[in-house]
């Protein structure tokens, strides 16, 4: 779109988006019940969040490999991928198999609470009541209380309403902010409830993924295993997409991956923009249908003379 001298542009973004979410930390005993992980997710209203804080500008991310080819598909698993995760059928959750993973959604206010309820029976099945007021496991007397550790006070206003939310499932959470030196002393020795992750993919993946979620990485001090993965199921496929021999056997590994990794319910989704949004004076050419594998709109254009001609002095510096 044109502005005078001006152009605007919204661009899909079409290449992988990295995983950004709340890593809820497997090494605290609360979190090693994947109901209980399930309903930390239900308790989160994304879709407040973007209409009050974000203006409506975020899609929520589903995958851990968003927006791209080795995202899982929005089907069951088939051909090879089928293959692949029957290898380690006895060792990832049943659903993987019949449903497919979708993040809770809440449109309305009647959403958020029917979500809190299924939030509330998850806590019960998985050995939690309300007791005086704060969720207790019944067999252990442990009280449910979690702490975000936060680096940015930019995301205080994200956390403080998801904290009411978690409250009224009798969870009490609270804050803590720390400088940039103790978060990463807090990150490197896996001191935390829960922390704010971004897991970066390229469309190659390759050993990096044992970084991420491999049992060796789990007690490997400043490794990437943010989350406390020690799973000999998604151990084993890691090493179906490292040891992959063609693209079409990565796409299926990765795929099978992808969708254990969702059903294992071991973050709390976040989001992304699919878009990206640029202002420019309008002196540059860009091809009509951009490569493939173009790393974004914005790599890919040229000084345009003409349209330099026609720009007031100034833009022509």
């Not at 209980?36 to 851990?64: H, I, T």
């Not at 720390?178 to 971004?198: C, K, M, W």
Request: with cysteine; net charge positive.
């Amino acid at each position: 779109m044109r502005d005078g001298f001006i152009r605007r542009q919204e661009v899909a973004i079409k290449r992988t988006q990295p995983m950004q979410c709340f890593v809820l930390n497997l090494r605290r005993a609360q979190f090693q019940d994947r109901r209980v992980r399930q309903a930390f997710n239900l308790a989160f209203d994304f879709e407040w969040a973007n209409k009050n804080l974000f203006y409506g500008q975020y899609s929520r991310v589903g995958s851990y490999f968003q927006n791209g080819a080795l995202a899982a598909p929005q089907d069951l698993p088939q051909g090879r991928e089928l293959e692949i995760l029957n290898e380690v059928k006895d060792g990832v959750p049943p659903e993987v198999f019949t449903k497919v993973h979708k993040n809770p959604v809440n449109n309305t206010p009647d959403d958020i609470r029917n979500n809190l309820r299924k939030a509330a029976q998850l806590l019960k099945d998985a050995g939690w009541e309300v007791k005086n007021g704060i969720l207790t496991n019944t067999k252990t007397g442990q009280q449910m209380r979690v702490e975000f550790l936060l680096v940015s006070p930019l995301f205080e206003r994200i956390v403080q309403p998801y904290l009411q939310n978690l409250a009224r499932l009798g969870i009490k959470g609270s804050i803590r902010m720390v400088d940039s030196a103790q978060y990463t002393r807090r990150l490197n020795g896996f001191d935390y409830d829960i922390v704010v992750g971004t897991f970066a993919q390229s469309d190659s993946p390759g050993n990096e993924q044992r970084d991420f979620w491999g049992s060796d990485a789990a007690g490997r001090e400043g490794s990437m295993n943010l989350i406390g993965i020690k799973d000999p199921a998604i151990d084993k496929l890691i090493d179906h997409v490292i040891f992959t021999k063609d693209r079409s056997d990565l796409v299926a590994a990765t795929h099978a991956l992808d969708r254990v990794l969702q059903w294992n319910e071991l973050v709390v989704p976040q989001w992304y923009s699919p878009n990206v949004r640029i202002a420019y004076w309008d002196r540059y050419g860009q091809p009509k249908v951009l490569p493939g594998l173009t790393p974004g709109f914005m790599q890919v254009w040229w000084f345009d003379q003409k349209l330099a001609d026609k720009l007031p002095g100034p833009s022509k510096l």
